[in-house]
């Protein structure tokens, strides 16, 4: 399938791929460069993340970095 990029950047994803991917309007999805390719997927949710950086007590190392800046 073969579609033109818009004026302003935009470009259709096909229904039938939609459908397939569960996207419905207002989702968010994520853009990457591959090489000289765009992939484009559903973006994953905060909630589907949950866990991923708590082995590296991610909070914590912001909250200390916060308080170390300058003032």
Do not use: C, N, W, Y
Request: net charge neutral.
């Amino acid at each position: 399938m073969t579609h033109r990029v818009g004026p302003k950047g935009q470009v259709v994803i096909p229904k039938a791929m939609r459908d397939q991917l569960g996207l419905r309007p207002g989702d968010a999805v994520d853009f990457e460069l591959e090489g000289d390719a765009v992939r484009v997927e559903p973006a994953r949710s905060l909630r589907a993340l949950g866990g991923t950086f708590r082995k590296d007590d991610l909070a914590a190392l912001l909250e200390d970095d916060r308080r170390a800046e300058p003032r």
